[in-house]
């Protein structure tokens, strides 16, 4: 009996420290669904401009995440240019852990902008910005978490890019039209560097419409004529570098012209073009074009008219499918997608096409 009270007291001890333990263990953290961060930009809207390309364009930034534990997240920026499609094609720019800003200058602004996001130069176009929050699992990127995705607000902005001019393989087309100049020669080019070429010249009232291709913007080599045959306004032939004769367009107008120096000999082509737009935010709908004019003081293609922010529309040459013109990656391309009409909605629009930069193709599109 006396062992017994004499162990009693270390029975009662232990009894203690384990019950401390329990408490100790219940006093944890509580995992919290993360609060949503609130997405501010420097600027509401921004016109850029290359001459200031080192410049910052806008910042971006937000609070860290609330999860009630010392939490190591992933923000990550997304893009979008349009309001209706829950970011679904949006774009994601990635950011360091934990980053709460993402400064962009204006270069890396406008090749978002005009490349990635495939807005038109020289147009003032909405874009659409939120921050997606994501808790690392085990302090890993790659690692999916149990806690849920977080969204931020969506920032509204405008964003005027410029205009990206990739110089491509180039031959000139110096001819009576303009002197005989190469140096100040429109060119034509080859957008997938395989000696094809092609690009748009406009051939003013006045002289003999003749001309020829240099392969550089000078008189040393030239393809002359060799053969052609003309249907109405355009013409089909052959050429080379040892051929003296010119090339020639049938009359004034705005040309498509083409070389390949793939073949021996080499070929070319001219066809007349005029242009319109056509589409279902137009007046005609997908059945009647609605005619461009063209300006031969800035080389540019302008139509006014009014446009139904639930439809779409399209360049084309000749009323006619042969040669159209979507918009993709930001540029007017061949056959490319559907063109919507901004978020500013239906109304009275004044669009504008740019064919004088080969495989520069573009537009920009105001309301007025």
């Known amino acids: 009996m006396k062992q017994i009270f004499n162990k009693l007291p270390l029975l009662i001890a232990v009894a203690v420290l384990f019950m401390a333990s329990c408490k100790k263990d219940e006093t944890r953290a509580v995992l919290q669904m993360g609060n949503a961060p609130t997405l501010t930009g420097s600027a509401t809207s921004v016109v850029l ?172 080599n030239s393809y002359g004529w060799a053969s052609s045959t003309t249907s109405g306004n355009n013409v089909t032939g052959t050429m080379s570098l040892t051929a003296g004769g010119n090339l020639f367009v049938p009359a004034t107008g705005y040309y498509l012209l083409k070389a390949d120096l793939n073949p021996n000999p080499a070929t070319w082509s001219a066809t007349f073009t005029t242009w319109s737009v056509i589409g279902d935010a137009t007046p005609g709908g997908w059945n009647a074009d609605t005619q461009m004019t063209f300006d031969p003081v800035t080389n540019t293609w302008s139509v006014t008219l009014n446009l139904v922010s639930t439809g779409a529309f399209k360049f084309r040459a000749n009323n006619d499918w042969g040669i159209n013109l979507g918009y993709d990656n930001g540029v007017l391309d061949y056959n490319g997608s559907n063109i919507p009409v901004p978020a500013a909605g239906s109304g009275n629009y004044t669009i504008t096409m740019d064919l004088s930069h080969a495989g520069n193709y573009n537009y920009s599109i105001k309301k007025n």
């Open 49 to 220: 401009d290359s001459a200031n390309n080192s410049n910052t364009a806008v910042t971006f930034s937000w609070p860290a995440g609330e999860y009630g534990f010392n939490a190591d997240v992933t923000y990550t920026l997304q893009f979008d240019v349009s309001a209706s499609d829950s970011f679904k094609n949006a774009t994601n720019v990635v950011l360091p852990v934990n980053a709460l800003t993402k400064s962009y200058t204006v270069q890396d602004f406008n090749t978002l902008a005009y490349q990635t996001l495939g807005l038109p130069a020289n147009t003032a176009s909405p874009i659409f910005v939120r921050v997606k929050s994501d808790v690392n699992q085990n302090g890993l990127t790659t690692g999916p978490s149990t806690i849920p995705t977080t969204f931020s607000n969506v920032f509204n902005m405008t964003v005027t890019p410029y205009q990206i001019v990739i110089v491509y393989p180039t031959l000139w087309v110096p001819g009576d039209y303009q002197g005989w100049n190469p140096a100040s020669a429109p060119t034509i080019a080859s957008v997938k560097s395989n000696n094809t070429y092609e690009g748009y010249v406009y051939f003013q009232p006045g002289g003999t419409f003749q001309f020829k291709y240099t392969p550089a913007a000078d008189w040393n």
